[in-house]
């Protein structure tokens, strides 16, 4: 396998990169009241995800980077529970709601692999 020249070549970094883009959509027909408070902390958790991925690859160790994408699935967590109270709140339909929730699956068992792919072998 040939190392990676850098982090847009991930495909977890590209799909979270996505992901960001749809919760910007959907959060833009949230309520104007919500610009501070759930809109912006939901957009804050999606951008953390390919932020985290982007920095941890480009960081000196292994160890490192493994420990940024461990705060990836922090920021992919919490914006999982912000997606679920969003639809609780009737501000996303249960479809938007479930795609996205999907989408948050797949990124979320992505960096599962590559997390597993840097560990040390015993």
Sequence with gaps: MTPLKNFQELIV???SMALVKQ???HTSSFPKEEMLGLTSQMRRAAV???ANIAEGQSRNT???FRQFLGIAKGSLAELQTLI???ANLDFLTQKN???LLMNCEEVGKMLNGLQKSLSPKN
């Design 13 to 15: 970094w590209q799909k």
């Design 23 to 25: 919760i910007y959509q």
């Design 48 to 50: 953390s995800i390919p």
């Design 62 to 64: 292994t160890g490192e």
């Design 84 to 86: 679920l109270l969003s």
């Design 97 to 99: 709601s479930s795609n």
